[in-house]
């Protein structure tokens, strides 16, 4: 049975933040921002740019490019953040209103930047155990950059973190733009190493938690997380990849686009050259930063606009996320 991509949409707020703000802000050089971090400037939120709001605006552009009534939408997946309007909030359901999704059900799915991997993945097997499901709507919104400090040198690695939203929607038996095989992948031993530590259980709001930056992000032991990450991070993208490529019946060699996330220039390229691709076969997000989980669909539209996927190409998503985890999905591009 196939599944397949009938539409994707993409929000990104006009306001943004440049290199040279970001270094101000960070009392580091310019030069590092755009040259080590990768970020000549990235999207950030609007006073309206909320979380869910940015996820229903990606959805509506989505369903405007498929042609289709959202009434005929079956479930709605929102793939978005925690951080959003309102905390203790199913997201899922305000999107399916505000769209117009009157015969679906929702619910609301996570795993930080992996999401949109895991959900295509998700989708795809509620499609093939339940024949009433046809149609699936993922999206969701990302402003986890509000959560950063410039001035935590610990948490530099998450300067890239931007704002917009995304959306794809999923058909079965469409014929065109097949998912194939997804790998993911997780490790426990991080689970703790990147938390916004206040506003849980452990440490509730108050204003301790404020006056001590307790709902920023932070990073507990950074030499520890980076010693114990650099030995398994890029082994793991390189895995995950591989093994969707290998579920989905290809090798590296037949990969023609690599939509990858935003993360420093060095590792970009460390997993092109590994695979055997040219810089020209992916699209260096520096003008975006990192949107989350919504870089691999970012990527994709503007590899479509660029002429960098075709009909017949081989898309292969690849991302990973604080917690840890890494995920891959192969998409056989065009009829």
């Known amino acids: 049975m196939n599944v397949g991509i009938l539409s994707t949409g993409v929000y990104i707020p006009q306001t943004s933040i440049s290199a040279g703000e970001i270094a101000a802000a960070a009392n580091i050089p310019k030069l590092i921002v755009e040259q080590k971090l990768g970020i000549k400037k990235k999207p950030v939120p609007s006073k309206e740019d909320h979380t869910c709001y940015m996820g229903i605006l990606g959805a509506k552009r989505a369903i405007e490019k498929s042609g289709i009534h959202p009434a005929e939408i079956d479930v709605v997946i929102y793939i978005g953040e925690e951080y959003k309007e309102y905390p203790v909030w199913t997201v899922a359901i305000k999107l399916q209103q505000e769209i117009g999704a009157i015969n679906a059900w929702a619910f609301d799915t996570a795993l930080r930047c992996g999401t949109t991997i895991m959900a295509l993945k998700l989708a795809k097997s509620l499609m093939q155990s339940d024949a009433t499901i046809h149609t699936i709507l993922l999206a969701g919104g990302y402003r986890n950059g509000d959560l950063v400090s410039y001035k935590n040198d610990r ?43 206040g506003g849980g259980t452990k440490h509730p709001i108050s204003q301790k938690m404020i006056d001590e930056n307790m709902h920023m992000f932070d990073v507990p032991d950074p030499e520890g997380m980076k010693a114990r990450l650099e030995e398994v991070s890029m082994k793991n993208f390189l895995y995950v990849i591989r093994k969707a490529l290998d579920d989905s019946g290809y090798s590296e060699i037949e990969i023609d686009y690599l939509a990858i ?8 390229q460390y997993v092109l050259t590994e695979l055997g691709l040219a810089e020209s076969q992916s699209i260096y997000l520096e003008e975006y930063g990192h949107i989350g989980q919504f870089d691999q669909i970012l990527s994709l539209e503007l590899a479509l606009e660029s002429g960098k996927v075709k009909s017949g190409d081989l898309v292969v998503f690849v991302s990973a996320g604080i917690g840890y985890t890494w995920g891959a999905s192969v998409i056989k591009w065009g009829t």
């Open 155 to 197: 948490t530099r690695f998450l300067f890239n973190l931007a704002a917009g939203g995304g959306a794809i929607l999923l058909k079965k038996e469409l014929g065109e733009n097949l998912v194939l095989g997804t790998s993911l992948k997780t490790d426990g031993r991080f689970t703790e190493d990147v938390i916004v530590k």
């Open 261 to 268: 996330l935003h993360m420093k220039r060095s590792a970009h």
